[in-house]
Protein backbone atom coordinates (compact mmCIF):
# COMPACT_ATOMS: atom_id res chain seq x y z
CA UNK A 1 0.00 0.00 0.00
CA UNK A 2 0.94 3.45 -0.73
CA UNK A 3 0.19 6.57 1.35
CA UNK A 4 -0.16 10.14 -0.57
CA UNK A 5 0.09 13.41 1.59
CA UNK A 6 -0.20 16.65 0.42
CA UNK A 7 0.57 19.74 1.81
CA UNK A 8 1.44 23.86 1.13
CA UNK A 9 -2.16 24.89 0.43
CA UNK A 10 -3.37 27.93 1.43
CA UNK A 11 -4.95 31.76 0.66
CA UNK A 12 -3.14 33.45 -1.67
CA UNK A 13 -4.28 37.02 -3.63
CA UNK A 14 -4.65 36.67 -6.99
CA UNK A 15 -1.69 36.96 -9.15
CA UNK A 16 0.53 35.22 -6.01
CA UNK A 17 1.95 32.06 -5.85
CA UNK A 18 2.01 28.57 -3.75
CA UNK A 19 3.93 25.66 -4.46
CA UNK A 20 2.39 22.28 -3.37
CA UNK A 21 3.97 19.16 -2.61
CA UNK A 22 3.03 15.29 -2.09
CA UNK A 23 5.33 12.68 -0.35
CA UNK A 24 4.48 8.82 -1.12
CA UNK A 25 5.43 6.23 1.83
CA UNK A 26 4.71 2.77 2.42
CA UNK A 27 5.12 0.26 -0.86
CA UNK A 28 6.93 3.17 -3.24
CA UNK A 29 8.79 0.39 -5.02
CA UNK A 30 7.03 1.04 -8.07
CA UNK A 31 5.78 4.35 -9.06
CA UNK A 32 5.47 4.95 -13.13
CA UNK A 33 3.37 8.35 -12.79
CA UNK A 34 2.22 10.92 -10.19
CA UNK A 35 -0.44 13.32 -10.85
CA UNK A 36 -2.37 16.28 -10.03
CA UNK A 37 -5.89 16.64 -10.36
CA UNK A 38 -8.17 19.70 -8.55
CA UNK A 39 -12.27 19.73 -7.79
CA UNK A 40 -13.72 23.22 -7.18
CA UNK A 41 -17.00 23.29 -5.52
CA UNK A 42 -20.40 22.03 -7.66
CA UNK A 43 -17.87 20.98 -10.37
CA UNK A 44 -15.88 17.76 -11.54
CA UNK A 45 -12.32 16.62 -10.63
CA UNK A 46 -10.25 17.44 -13.19
CA UNK A 47 -6.70 16.64 -14.42
CA UNK A 48 -3.98 19.68 -14.24
CA UNK A 49 -0.52 18.37 -14.08
CA UNK A 50 1.26 15.04 -14.20
CA UNK A 51 4.89 13.39 -14.40
CA UNK A 52 5.62 10.07 -15.83
CA UNK A 53 8.99 7.96 -16.34
CA UNK A 54 10.89 6.91 -18.04
CA UNK A 55 11.59 9.94 -19.36
CA UNK A 56 10.00 12.17 -16.87
CA UNK A 57 7.23 13.51 -19.33
CA UNK A 58 4.93 16.56 -18.03
CA UNK A 59 1.77 17.16 -19.45
CA UNK A 60 -0.74 19.73 -18.37
CA UNK A 61 -3.61 21.05 -18.87
CA UNK A 62 -4.40 23.95 -20.75
CA UNK A 63 -5.54 26.07 -18.40
CA UNK A 64 -2.41 25.53 -16.13
CA UNK A 65 0.39 25.37 -19.27
CA UNK A 66 2.59 28.03 -18.88
CA UNK A 67 1.81 29.00 -15.15
CA UNK A 68 1.92 25.77 -13.29
CA UNK A 69 5.36 23.52 -13.43
CA UNK A 70 5.38 19.80 -11.38
CA UNK A 71 8.63 18.16 -10.63
CA UNK A 72 10.00 15.59 -8.31
CA UNK A 73 12.57 14.81 -6.54
CA UNK A 74 15.64 12.35 -7.16
CA UNK A 75 13.32 9.60 -5.44
CA UNK A 76 10.01 9.66 -7.40
CA UNK A 77 8.67 9.82 -4.19
CA UNK A 78 8.14 13.65 -3.75
CA UNK A 79 6.56 16.07 -6.02
CA UNK A 80 5.72 19.26 -6.15
CA UNK A 81 3.61 21.68 -8.07
CA UNK A 82 4.28 25.14 -8.61
CA UNK A 83 1.31 27.49 -9.17
CA UNK A 84 2.37 30.97 -10.15
CA UNK A 85 -0.13 34.03 -11.58
CA UNK A 86 -3.19 32.52 -9.92
CA UNK A 87 -6.34 33.30 -10.18
CA UNK A 88 -9.46 32.64 -8.75
CA UNK A 89 -10.47 29.84 -11.06
CA UNK A 90 -7.75 28.08 -9.75
CA UNK A 91 -9.56 28.15 -6.17
CA UNK A 92 -10.07 24.04 -5.52
CA UNK A 93 -9.30 20.98 -3.50
CA UNK A 94 -5.73 20.10 -5.20
CA UNK A 95 -5.37 15.85 -4.95
CA UNK A 96 -2.14 14.16 -5.50
CA UNK A 97 -2.30 10.61 -6.83
CA UNK A 98 0.05 7.87 -8.82
CA UNK A 99 0.37 5.05 -10.95
CA UNK A 100 1.78 2.20 -9.27
CA UNK A 101 0.76 -0.33 -12.33
CA UNK A 102 2.37 0.88 -15.61
CA UNK A 103 -0.19 1.83 -18.50
CA UNK A 104 -0.33 3.53 -21.54
CA UNK A 105 1.13 7.19 -21.69
CA UNK A 106 -2.26 8.23 -22.99
CA UNK A 107 -4.14 7.45 -19.91
CA UNK A 108 -2.77 9.85 -17.70
CA UNK A 109 -5.38 12.60 -18.27
CA UNK A 110 -7.78 10.34 -16.66
CA UNK A 111 -8.63 9.66 -12.67
CA UNK A 112 -9.04 5.95 -13.49
CA UNK A 113 -5.60 5.07 -14.12
CA UNK A 114 -4.55 6.40 -11.02
CA UNK A 115 -4.21 3.77 -8.49
CA UNK A 116 -3.62 5.92 -5.21
CA UNK A 117 -5.04 9.46 -4.05
CA UNK A 118 -4.06 11.61 -0.89
CA UNK A 119 -6.57 13.53 1.01
CA UNK A 120 -6.16 16.80 -0.78
CA UNK A 121 -5.22 20.62 -0.18
CA UNK A 122 -7.07 23.31 -0.17
CA UNK A 123 -6.20 25.99 -2.60
CA UNK A 124 -8.15 29.20 -2.19
CA UNK A 125 -7.09 32.72 -4.34
CA UNK A 126 -9.20 35.56 -3.30
CA UNK A 127 -8.52 39.12 -2.74
Known amino acids: QVQLVESGGGTVQPGGSLRLSCAAS????????MGWFRQAPGKEREFVAA????????PYADSVKGRFTISSGSDKNTVHLQMNSLNPDDTAVYYC????????????????????WGQGTQVTVSS
Open 51 to 58: IRWPGAHT
Open 97 to 116: ARQSVRRPSGLIWYQTSYDY
Open 26 to 33: GSTGSNYA
